[in-house]
């Protein structure tokens, strides 16, 4: 199992349900990407996703609240 820093994956951000929320989103993606190519997925989606935004592929949008 793998055990990412969470620092390392928000990168500057504040909110680490933001951060499980993007992973789930970009997990569900995968998971249909994979399942309209016919492919079958050897690793977890759940994984994929947090190498994917571990490596900087996606980012999590925060939007600003205090304007």
Do not use: C, W
Not at 33 to 56: C, M, S, T, Y
């Amino acid at each position: 199992m793998q055990k990412p820093s969470i620092d390392e994956m928000l990168s500057g951000k504040k909110s680490k349900y933001a951060l499980v929320i993007g992973v789930a989103k970009r997990a569900r993606e995968i998971t249909r990407e994979a399942e309209q190519n016919g492919e079958p997925l050897v690793e977890k989606p759940v994984n994929l996703a947090i190498r994917d935004f571990k490596a900087h592929k996606y980012e999590i949008f925060e939007p600003d609240i205090n304007s």
